[in-house]
């Protein structure tokens, strides 16, 4: 679908571009145009191949692994490593930021590109063209900051700033608000929308819809490798379902299982929980907190970035994070002690934590070694594992819970987020669990592994397995819960059950303490 | 679904030769046992016939088995994400403690051998204190017992040399007695390498079942048959050198010990609990805390249990050389590491098996012994070593880095249906750096049944 009443030059034109790896293709003739002074959003589930076409565009994956021409300002290009793509001002920011936690805002800035002479930098050119580049980006931080001393959400803004140092003309940005609340969100995107002023167009990759809706002119949909539309925003009147219906080739009906909760009685009572940060001593992180799980019961927690909710729910699962101060557990009537992730597990209590990379899998291992990790003793003999038993069980997950992969031998790394997410869920379900504790259970997941978490998530609730569901996104917590908690600053500050709740009453409670509403 | 190590189109298929050697091993051992294959052979011819003599097999075995031993420690301590360095002062430490035992304490050497790996334990489990649970790196932790079990042995021993008698000479000097009839070779070692041939069905025969009650698809028939006809004769032919010696020799009683660790280290790290844990944190320890893993315990297993092996390996050499002095063991640590890592372990741990390790160090012992066979000075020998390292690791890497095939499978790409697959086996490998990857694109996830 072209539109021909923009007035701006085409930029970049990727032209049927054919990526293979061996045995698998996971580009199939993709065409992107991308205008000047456009922001051109991609989307699609993953997997779809968007960072694959992003890899090929900045020389990641280098001229002659692909197939297809990349014509950018007018002229075919080959590039053949990032350093040339990024002379020709195409610069990509990664979901996982690039930058040293341990070097400054300026040296991160200017890392590969030193302002000197002969390797000996000008550190006040540097640092006076630091200041000129934080400006733009909006940034007011001293430039010697360390950066692991500034939110993810100004780190985002450095990544910015290095590319704008690097005279970038096309901006690639991956998911670049994953990892951000609210207002840093707004504040980049709306950075992003003032450099398309300043003649520079973005790609974007998100699984966020709403913001794309707001900021894109463009949208081109992948699905399975292929391109399968390209919608202007304006033109031809995108919303978010419309996305959807492009993304996954069909209309998602209810993105929420449609469910009647058949909840018990009370069996799990956390009372008075209170955790210190790990270094600060004077920083509760989680105060006085007291919440009951019933059986077959979705509990959800909502709260803003740093709230404490996984810090609540880490420090529950065996004293995984802070020091624990005061607080007392019970389940089934009884005071129980989970003084080791072991001793939580042994308990029956499961947590899936939001970082399934760093904190979920061992990327090393296969899928059907990840499933029985935590809990191998189920099916070992003394010290022995019996390893049929293990194929058989992870082949039973496979089938269950659709985890698309030709077979459990399979390493965990090739698997597409969601279904990596689907691998820490068996882990978890393996290990019986009686109340499982999800920690943003759908984070950097499409859309269609997303229905399929909620569905299992319901499942498990019928069974009567009760589940503490912590997510940052209401409309989730709101079509999956039945009962809401909302923390802020460390604190619980309200209760709700659902059919109570709506997004602008919890988003009252989770910005402040003031009310306190026990339904 | 096509499930690997089948060829729908039932013809000749590369993964069915790699599923020859370890199944679903990594490329990267069947590719160095190509390259111990072909050293062997090169060798074999350089030297006149003389690598594959029974006297020199008989010599490679006693002379590098400790070597094999420490490798099979260290493999451990590499996959959990650590080093250990002192292992020869370790080494050297307890041969000193275990020949005084017996010279001025009139130790029994059973007893002395018992001794010896107490010993190794307590400094293994002082290593350990001090790395699992103050949580000094390892490289420190064993930079510093280097130093102490080498002053050690010297502060104890006087710096001299202490002898140790002909009953504890067994475990680096023996072999398996002369028993039965006289067949021209020696029966035991014979026998024995009949016992693995069956061993070998056995084990293949319960795979296959294993495997069709998995469902799992076996790779054709013939691989099996193929691989027993191919070990089974290795293994009897290698009985056969053994077995027809000089008389008096045969297989020794340190290739037993060796022999016997192989076996039981390999199922400990590929079918336990204890083995599965090692692995776990070496490739994400965070994930294994929050799995239930007691890091700490692992950690302190790993160290001690080096310490133990060393003590062991120390021991063997004193039996060997039939004395302990101030300087055994010097540069063992080194050997053992390069072992280690030529048999496809990563410097960042999580990876490496017990198997490869062994193979990368009989890579080493035949290079060094083929060498001084052809009267290669020791300091040649030392800068080819040197090299050897540096180059398998390195192309090995570059290869990876570069997303390409290691040099065995470019041998292999063309030659058969599966070659393919067998690369984007290899290039996952390849992208495996916990948190830094974008597994969600490398491959599509269309993998559609």
């Known amino acids: ?519 | 679904m096509s499930a690997p190590g089948i060829d729908k189109r039932g013809g000749f298929d590369i993964r069915d030769l790699k599923s020859l050697f370890g199944g679903g091993g990594s490329l990267k051992q069947f590719g160095i046992l190509g390259a111990l294959v072909a050293i062997i052979i090169i060798f074999q011819i350089w030297t006149g016939g003389k690598t594959l003599q029974p006297g020199n097999i008989i010599n490679i075995v006693q002379q590098y088995s400790y070597i094999l031993i420490l490798a099979i420690g260290m493999v451990m301590v590499i996959i959990a994400g650590h080093i250990d360095l002192s292992v020869g002062s370790v080494a050297a430490f307890t041969g000193i403690i275990v020949a005084l035992a017996m010279k001025d304490w009139n130790f029994p050497w059973w007893a002395a051998i018992i001794l010896g790996l107490i010993v190794g334990g307590l400094i293994g489990a002082w290593q350990g204190f001090w790395v699992a649970y103050i949580g000094v790196p390892a490289f420190i932790v064993t930079l510093a017992g280097m130093l102490i079990w080498r002053g050690g042995n010297q502060f104890i021993g006087d710096s001299a040399t202490v002898p140790v008698g002909a009953g504890f000479q067994v475990i680096g000097k023996g072999y398996l007695p002369e028993f039965g009839p006289n067949l021209g070779v020696n029966n035991l070692t014979m026998l024995l390498g009949i016992v693995v041939v069956l061993i070998l069905i056995g084990l293949e025969v319960r795979g296959r079942r294993t495997r069709a009650v998995m469902g799992a698809a076996s790779a054709p028939a013939w691989t099996s048959i193929l691989r027993v006809i191919v070990l089974g004769g290795v293994v009897l032919v290698a009985a056969y050198l053994f077995a027809t010696g000089r008389v008096g020799t045969s297989f020794p009683v340190s290739g037993i010990i060796l022999a016997l660790l192989v076996v039981a280290y390999s199922f400990l790290t590929n079918r336990t609990t204890v083995g599965r844990h090692i692995y776990a944190v070496g490739g994400n320890k965070h994930a294994a805390e929050l799995s239930g893993v007691n890091s700490k315990r692992v950690n302190f297993f790993v160290m001690m249990n080096m310490s133990v092996l060393a003590a062991l390996a120390g021991m063997i050499f004193v039996a060997r050389s039939q004395a302990s002095g101030p300087f055994d063991g010097t540069g063992w640590e080194l050997d053992a590491i390069a072992a280690v890592f030529i048999g496809g372990a990563a410097v960042s741990g999580g990876i490496g098996t017990v198997a490869g390790s062994i193979i990368g160090g009989l890579v080493m012992a035949v290079l060094s012994n083929g060498l001084a066979l052809k009267g290669i000075s020791s300091d040649l020998v030392q800068i080819i070593k040197g090299l050897v390292l540096l180059i398998a690791v390195g192309v090995d890497v570059f290869n990876k880095s570069q997303g390409r095939p290691s040099i065995i499978g470019l041998m292999t790409r063309n030659k058969g249906g599966g070659g393919g697959q067998i690369l984007a086996e290899e290039r996952t490998t390849s992208q495996v750096t916990p948190g830094g990857g974008t597994p969600d694109t490398a491959v599509p996830a269309d993998l559609k049944n």
């Open chain 1, 1 to 519: 679908m072209e539109t021909a009443h923009s007035a701006h030059p085409t930029i970049l034109e990727m032209q049927s571009i054919t990526k293979e790896f061996p045995g698998v293709k996971a580009l199939d003739k993709v065409s992107l145009t991308v205008r000047a002074e456009e922001i051109h959003a991609i989307c699609g589930e993953n997997g779809a191949g968007k960072s694959t076409l992003m890899k090929v565009l900045s020389g990641v994956y280098p001229f002659g692994t692909y197939d297809g021409d990349i014509v950018y300002e007018g002229s075919v290009v080959r590039f053949r490593d990032i350093k040339q793509s990024e002379a020709a001002g195409i610069v990509i920011i990664h979901q996982e930021l690039a930058l040293i936690p341990e070097l400054s805002i300026t040296e991160n800035i200017f890392l590969g590109n030193e302002p000197g002479r002969r390797g000996i930098i000008n550190w006040v050119d540097a640092q006076r063209r630091a200041i000129e580049l934080l400006a733009r980006v909006g940034l007011d931080d001293d430039p010697d900051t360390q950066v692991k001393n500034i939110g993810v959400g100004k780190q985002q803004l450095v990544e910015i700033a290095k590319a704008l140092n690097k005279n970038v003309k096309l901006l690639i940005l991956d998911e670049p608000t994953a990892a951000l609340n609210e207002s840093d969100s707004q504040h980049l995107l709306d950075l992003i929308r003032g450099l398309k002023g300043k003649g520079i167009s973005s790609i974007m990759i998100s699984h966020k819809l709403n913001e794309i809706e707001q900021i894109a002119d463009q949208i081109t949909i992948i699905r399975d490798g292929k391109s399968i539309e390209t919608l202007d925003v304006v033109a031809d009147g995108v919303d978010e379902d419309r996305i959807i219906r492009g993304m996954v080739g069909r209309t998602l009906g209810n993105r929420f299982p449609e469910h009647t909760a058949t909840i018990g009685e009370v069996f799990f009572e956390v009372r008075d929980w209170t955790v210190q940060h790990p270094l600060t001593a004077e920083r509760q992180v989680v105060k006085n907190s007291s919440f009951t799980v019933r059986r077959g019961e979705v509990v959800g927690f909502a709260g803003l970035m740093g709230a404490g909710r996984t810090e609540l729910a880490m420090s529950l699962f065996g004293r995984s994070y802070g020091k624990f101060i005061s607080g007392q557990v019970f389940k089934d009537g009884e005071e129980i002690k989970l003084r080791t992730v072991a001793e939580a597990i042994g308990h029956g209590i499961a947590y899936v934590s939001e970082d399934r990379k760093s904190l979920g899998l061992n990327l090393l291992d296969t899928i059907k070694r990840s499933i029985v990790s935590a809990k191998l003793g189920k099916i070992s003999r003394g010290i022995v594992v019996n390893e049929l038993e293990e194929a058989q069980i992870s082949e039973q997950y496979r089938t269950s819970l659709r985890i698309k992969t030709p077979t459990v031998e399979e390493g965990v790394t090739k698997l597409s987020g969601g279904n990596q997410q689907k691998v820490v869920l068996a882990k978890w379900m393996f290990t019986d669990p009686d109340l499982l504790i999800l920690d943003e259970p759908t984070r950097g997941i499409d859309v269609g592994a997303k229905a399929e978490v909620y569905q299992i998530i319901r499942d498990l609730a019928a069974r009567g397995t009760g589940i503490i569901m912590i997510s940052s996104e209401l409309p989730e917590l709101l079509g999956v819960s039945d009962r809401i908690y909302t923390i802020f600053e460390g604190k619980i500050t309200n209760e709700l059950p659902v059919a109570q709740a709506d997004p602008e009453t919890l988003m009252r409670s989770m910005t402040s303490s003031s009310q306190k509403v026990v339904a």
